[in-house]
């Protein structure tokens, strides 16, 4: 069955950088576009971006356009979230997912990202 495990969380300061990583198993993983993902305190999850099955186009909320980077790599099954000049309204729990997703789908864990100010 689906598996997703986001790891990479942290408390970090205001400017500063984290990687997350996502590993996938129980699907044929290189099929599907996938997406990160955070739901920050008291607020809904919202779509933070995405990379295509092959990683050649990715896209991204607008809130963290030029700040985060999404990459995968296929033969590992991981997609990662590069975060630079991270802000306090960055924190969130994070979460990958398979494309499409909703409320119904399978979800991780999630991994807790905390911006101090």
């Known amino acids: 069955q689906v598996h997703i495990v986001e790891t990479g969380g942290d408390l970090v300061q205001s400017g500063g950088s984290l990687s997350l990583t996502c590993t996938a198993s129980?699907?044929?993983?290189?099929?599907?576009?996938m997406s990160w993902y955070r739901q920050p305190p008291g607020k809904a999850r919202e779509w933070v971006a995405q990379?295509?099955?092959?990683?050649?186009?990715?896209t991204y909320a607008t809130s963290v356009e030029g700040r985060f980077t999404i990459s995968r790599d296929n033969a590992r099954n991981t997609v990662n979230l590069q975060m630079d000049n991270l802000k306090p309204e960055d924190t969130a729990v994070y979460y990958c997912?398979?494309?499409?997703?909703?409320?119904?789908?399978?979800w991780g864990q999630g991994t807790q990202v905390t911006v101090s100010s």
């Open positions: 990379i295509s099955l092959g990683g050649g186009v990715d």
């Open positions: 129980g699907f044929p993983f290189s099929s599907y576009a």
């Open positions: 997912n398979r494309d499409p997703a909703d409320e119904y789908s399978y």
